[in-house]
């Protein structure tokens, strides 16, 4: 079946780096994503990768893949307050029209 | 372009009322999906369609029903509201482009009392 897991809180000192982390059982997903929820809002899409790939690159994110273990993780140099939000892990299986999420991870930055 | 538009923001009901969820995007999407979000529970699906003229179930569809009204609209509607539905419901619209992901509307946040 397909399940995403989450740890549910991580807290950081601003300028810290934070990792995100999250796995998934769907060995057939195609697409990995990650997405921000701020506080009162819908989600927004903030990064994603195709399966054939190990890393992603794009300013201060860091998305990494290891598809043998079924781990994603998210990394976010130098974060800041407005990076406080809610971040969630999600897989779109081969087959089917679905993303499947996980419960998310509050991430809270200390100024 | 607006994106994804819910309506209303916030509702409150009493214990069997009824009330429809609005939701309409203009990115010419043709899959549209209703989600609730619980505390530490992410995001469940409750109904989706994958073009106009087609619903169906997600994983939590009991007590709810949907219409798709048109390629742009897609509502939610509880026909008797328990306190078990209070919640924070999205409506979403998948792009099937390179990225092939789904966009997201601000909420809905329902309080059934």
């Known amino acids: 079946g397909e399940d995403v897991e989450q740890s549910l809180f991580l807290s950081v000192r601003e300028g810290d780096s934070s990792v995100i982390n999250c796995t998934y059982t769907d060995s057939s997903s195609t697409y990995l994503y990650w997405y921000k929820q701020e506080p009162g809002a819908g989600l927004q899409l903030l990064t994603y990768i195709f399966s054939n790939m190990d890393m992603k690159q794009d300013q201060r994110l860091t998305v990494l893949l290891n598809k043998k273990d079924k781990h994603l993780s998210l990394r976010i140099a130098d974060t800041q307050t407005g990076d406080s939000a809610i971040y969630f892990c999600?897989?779109?299986?081969?087959?089917?029209?679905?993303?499947?999420f996980g419960a998310g991870t509050i991430l809270r930055v200390k100024s | 372009n607006a994106g994804v538009t819910q309506t209303p923001k916030f509702q409150v009901l009493k214990t069997g009322q009824s009330m429809t969820l609005q939701c309409a995007q203009d990115?010419?999407?043709?899959?549209m999906y209703w989600y609730r979000q619980d505390p530490g529970m992410g995001l469940r699906l409750i109904y989706y369609s994958a073009s106009e003229g087609t619903t169906d179930k997600g994983e939590v569809p009991n007590g709810y029903n949907v219409s798709r009204l048109n390629k742009r609209e897609f509502s939610l509607r509880l026909e008797s509201a328990a306190p078990s539905q209070t919640s924070v419901y999205f409506c979403a619209s998948r792009d099937r482009g390179p990225v092939d992901t789904q966009y997201f509307g601000p909420g809905t946040r329902l309080t059934v009392l």
């Open positions: 990115m010419n999407h043709n899959s």
């Open positions: 999600a897989e779109r299986p081969q087959w089917g029209n679905k993303l499947v």
